[in-house]
């Protein structure tokens, strides 16, 4: 069990609901390992529907979900991006238009008003709706199945890769780095897709996928 977790684990195990801020993809594992070894439910939450950085409640099972807490901002886009908030309240920002687009929670959003930052709320109807397909590749490789999952070549999209622009879980990520149920994608130009589920193999031996894919117009991720 992951130490760093250990005092909200006793929280949630004596019947508390815990809000958990915006944390990292490899933190977020930790803590989902945590809780299923616990027998806790845990819920995360991003805004943006491919978010990599999320929070989350953190809950005994026998209680009802909770509320998305987070919302998406829209600020003017001539703002330094590094220190608008503390990490924990920061969840992913992208750049849209003019804009940028910075998922909070409540206390982010008061403290933004405590500044003096002007903003407005993304209404959900701004947002990208996902498309959910499957998919047939050779391998779980990530250049196979991000080229397969946006309908590119798979030349055009290792190239992103080399030169940075692809994420998986929030790390730069390599052409052979394979993807997992539950894997998150961000390339920059095309958009951001997660592995729903994996769903055996083929007669041939190719593996079937089920992915959603968020295409992002005029979009640029900035953390």
Known sequence: MATQ????????????????????????????????EEGLALDWFGGFPFALRRAGYLRPPELPPLEDPTRILALDSDLPTDHLLEASLRGDLHRVGGELWLATLAQGEEALLRAGISFRRVNPSELPRGRRKTIVVPSPRLDVVG?????????????????????????????????????????????????????????????????????????????
Request: charged share 20%; aromatic share 6%.
């Open 147 to 223: 080229a397969r999952s946006f309908g590119i070549s798979r030349n055009l999209f290792a190239q992103g890769m080399r030169l940075g622009k692809v994420q998986l879980d929030g790390h730069v990520a390599e052409g052979k780095d394979p993807v997992r149920q539950g894997s998150s994608v961000l390339a920059e130009g095309l958009g951001g897709f997660r592995v729903l589920q994996l769903l055996g193999s083929t007669r041939r031996g190719n593996l079937r996928l089920e992915v959603e894919v968020y295409p992002i117009a005029n979009s640029n991720h900035l953390q």
């Open 5 to 36: 977790w250990e005092s909200l684990l006793h929280l949630a195990r004596g019947g508390r609901v815990l809000l958990i801020p915006f944390t990292e993809p490899q933190a977020q594992m930790e803590l989902e390992q945590a809780a299923r």
